[in-house]
């Protein structure tokens, strides 16, 4: 069984705390270079792995040679020129006995060295193989001109490391070298539990760092570059449980926290339900349960509502608030855009007012007068549900007694904002309950992984009597058709809308867009009522005009993406969306949420630009294959990776340097059972583990 060592027992020899300014050929300039990529000891060396690997091992005949392969060659030179061409370059023609011919062409090169490239000479060189005009190439290989007859091809494979500016490759070899020395006389520290290495046959660290630094002979190329060596693994399995660990911590800490019980009689909710047009459906009612018994607990909740777009997740919200407000707390909601808060406001207010319940929205637009009246109630305890944004939790704003807050749309917000959060709302160890919703299913891989301080519900079936939509891709240069088909649509008394998108970092662009379109399409459907909604109009304006589609008074509303969430009409059948591919999956999927409300068949027209790239291809497929947003979530994971699907800003607070939540992702539920372990077990090593793999990212992590 492997011995845990911690750094108290291995004190000032363990490899972390030895400078890399002790090892050879480092000085301060080195060191400088090494720290810019966050090396600093020994322990950080053996931390920083390579990319991939060169096989030098063996010489490849020039007549097996293929495009696109790295590979050690032998020939004789049979002729060199220097071209001048448009661009000066060496060319020289490499040989072999049986005649196959390959040609090294270099463009940076001193008199000198095109002197020594003459025929007849001998040469060795590795390069990665280029089909060129006329033969195959190899663009400045490296070389060696051969004297002797014998010289070995390399006994191992060769790392390659990921660099930075004036460190050269020798020199990284160099330095691992002379770590993998080290290592050998002190093992570096083994923070995971003997028992669980065993368990999934793993190696130690020490074994692993050795092999992946310096492979053997026989180790598999392809299973070291896609990483799926044990070697390998193994780190991989450690920084997910160093991840695990840290996530679990701050939950354990957070539970220590002292929370108002939000019993509630029942008596808001039960007026709430007696006036709503339907029931809910059974996941409401079990994830309203779920809610209801947290908020009666002495300890915070931390969960998570997920619930694909029109699966009746403000329900679920509005329950658990009035639960908060029949027990005399504060509820504070928030969305990520003001717009969304507006939306909310709205749906809120016309299901509360009847029980005497007036949300008080707080916006960026409340100024002066108006704002600190508002900041007044929100004190003095008058206002007893906020909505607004993220800025509810600026200084300024302070809670007289806040009992739950309900944050919409969490793909938005990363885990420092969680944390902040909990920070913020937490008066004299007392903190409030959190319920955060998204709209975002969240692969459950990724769920474990970012997500694993937070209790998961999920809605997992839509209302009754939704129609599924169908969806199409069409090409923009059949855009008369689709012209076509909206009227065609709009004569039987159907709605559609017309979403036109841009880029996302211009609103003034997108808005001119859409005004550009509402005029053509009012030109292009004479008899129709065409009405526009954008981000720049006053909220009077807006307002003005969705109410007008609501009631059937417009045939067709042209939008941006600010229709993405909070429009319901039933009676809107059609949507077309023009250039899907600038947008993510996650948000089609929202608009596409739009239609298919009702009881008509609903379509939706993805009229895209042409040519469209493959992954591009991919995903409108995807779109067209199914409505489920959770197959949505997990195939378009497949395809971009978790820091697409997630958001930048939401992985952007965890960052792995080795592991990869979907690739590793067989590897999740073992990470966990080792963090729990490791939790109950053996506490002491929890802190060097974290430290190891998280180091000191602020905030993250921390307790
Ligand atoms: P989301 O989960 O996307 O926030 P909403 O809460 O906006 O979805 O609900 C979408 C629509 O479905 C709303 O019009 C809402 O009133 C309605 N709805 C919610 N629950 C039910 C239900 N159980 N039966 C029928 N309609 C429902
Ligand atoms: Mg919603």
């Not at 020129?81 to 062409?105: C, F, H, N, P, T």
């Not at 660099?163 to 290592?183: H, K, P, Y």
């Not at 065993?198 to 070291?224: D, I």
């Not at 159907?494 to 001119?512: D, F, G, H, N, P």
Request: aromatic letters at 4%; charged letters at 25%.
């Amino acid at each position: 069984m492997t011995q845990i060592a911690t750094d108290s027992t291995v004190g000032v020899q363990s490899l972390g705390s030895i400078s890399v300014e002790s090892l050879k050929r480092v000085g301060p300039k080195v060191a400088e270079r090494l720290a810019r990529l966050g090396i600093q000891s020994v322990q950080d060396v053996l931390f920083h792995l390579p990319v991939r690997y060169q096989d030098r091992t063996r010489l490849i005949s020039i007549a097996d040679l293929r495009p696109g392969v790295e590979a050690l060659i032998e020939g004789e030179i049979l002729g060199a020129e220097i071209a001048m061409g448009r661009r000066r370059s060496l060319k020289v023609w490499l040989g072999d006995s049986v005649g196959s011919l390959v040609m090294l062409r270099f463009f940076h090169f001193s008199t000198q060295q095109a002197a020594s490239l003459k025929t007849g000479a001998r040469l060795r060189c590795y390069s990665e193989v280029r089909q060129g005009p006329t033969e195959l190439e190899m663009i400045h290989p490296e070389y060696r001109l051969r004297e002797g007859e014998d010289d070995p091809a390399d006994a191992r494979l060769t790392p390659i490391y990921p660099s930075t500016e004036g460190l050269q490759q020798a020199a990284w070899r160099g330095l691992t070298e002379q770590a993998l020395a080290l290592m050998a006389q002190l093992s570096p520290l083994e923070l995971l539990p003997g028992e669980t290495l065993a368990h999934l046959g793993l190696p130690s660290l020490a074994e692993a760092l050795r092999y992946l630094h310096h492979p053997p002979l026989e180790a598999s190329l392809e299973e070291l570059l896609e990483r799926r060596h044990p070697a390998f693994v193994r780190l991989a399995f450690e920084e997910l449980v160093a991840h695990q660990v840290s996530l679990r911590r701050m939950r354990l800490t957070q539970r220590q926290i002292a929370a108002p019980l939000l019993a509630g009689d029942g008596r808001l909710r039960g007026r709430l339900r007696a006036g709503l047009p339907f029931a809910l459906t059974a996941a409401q009612e079990r994830v309203v349960g779920e809610i209801a018994s947290d908020l009666m607990q002495p300890r915070p909740m931390q969960r998570l509502l997920q619930g694909d777009v029109g699966a009746g997740k403000t329900v679920v919200a509005a329950l658990a608030a009035l639960q908060a407000l029949e027990a005399g707390f504060q509820v504070a909601l928030m969305a990520p855009t003001e717009l969304l808060s507006e939306q909310h406001l709205r749906s809120l207010d016309g299901w509360l007012q009847p029980l005497g319940v007036v949300p008080l929205w707080l916006a960026g637009r409340h100024k002066g007068r108006e704002r600190s009246q508002r900041l007044e109630a929100i004190a003095s305890g008058a206002a007893r549900l906020v909505v607004g944004t993220h800025a509810l939790f600026q200084d300024e704003v302070v809670f007289r007694d806040l009992g739950l807050v309900v944050v919409d749309e969490q793909h938005r917000f990363g885990v420092h904002q969680r944390m902040k959060l909990r920070e913020k709302g937490e008066r004299s160890g007392v903190a409030p309950h959190q319920l955060i919703m998204t709209a975002t299913p969240i692969p459950r891989s990724l769920a474990m992984t970012f997500y694993a301080d937070l209790d998961l519900s999920i809605i997992d079936t839509l209302p009754p009597g939704r129609t599924p939509i169908t969806t199409v891709a069409v090409p923009d240069t059949r855009r008369d058709e689709v012209i076509e088909r909206v009227m065609c649509a709009c004569t039987q008394g159907r709605q559609a809308y017309w979403v036109c998108t841009l880029i996302e970092e211009s609103e003034a662009l997108e808005c001119q867009a859409a005004e550009d379109t509402a005029r053509q399409l009012t030109e292009g459907l004479p008899g129709l009522r065409v009405g526009l909604v954008h981000g720049r109009l006053k909220a009077s304006e807006r307002d003005a005009v969705m109410a007008q589609f609501a009631t059937g008074a417009l045939d067709l509303l042209v939008a941006t993406t600010v229709i993405e969430v909070g429009v319901d009409v039933p009676n809107a059948s059609l949507m077309i969306i023009e250039n899907p591919e600038r947008l993510g999956l996650a948000q089609l999927h929202q608009l596409r949420g739009r239609v298919g409300r009702g009881l008509i068949e609903s379509h939706c027209l993805l009229l895209y630009h042409a040519p469209l790239s493959q992954i591009a291809h991919e995903r409108l497929g995807i779109l067209r294959s199914t409505t489920s947003g959770f197959e949505i979530a997990e195939r378009d994971l497949a395809i971009r990776g978790a820091g697409e699907v997630l958001g930048t800003r939401q992985t952007g607070s965890i960052q792995f340097k080795i592991a990869d939540p979907l690739r590793d992702q067989h590897l999740l539920t073992a990470a966990q059972h080792a963090a729990d372990r490791i939790l109950s077990v053996h506490p002491d090593v929890a802190e060097p583990l974290i430290a190891r793999w998280l180091g000191a990212r602020e905030g993250y992590g921390q307790v």
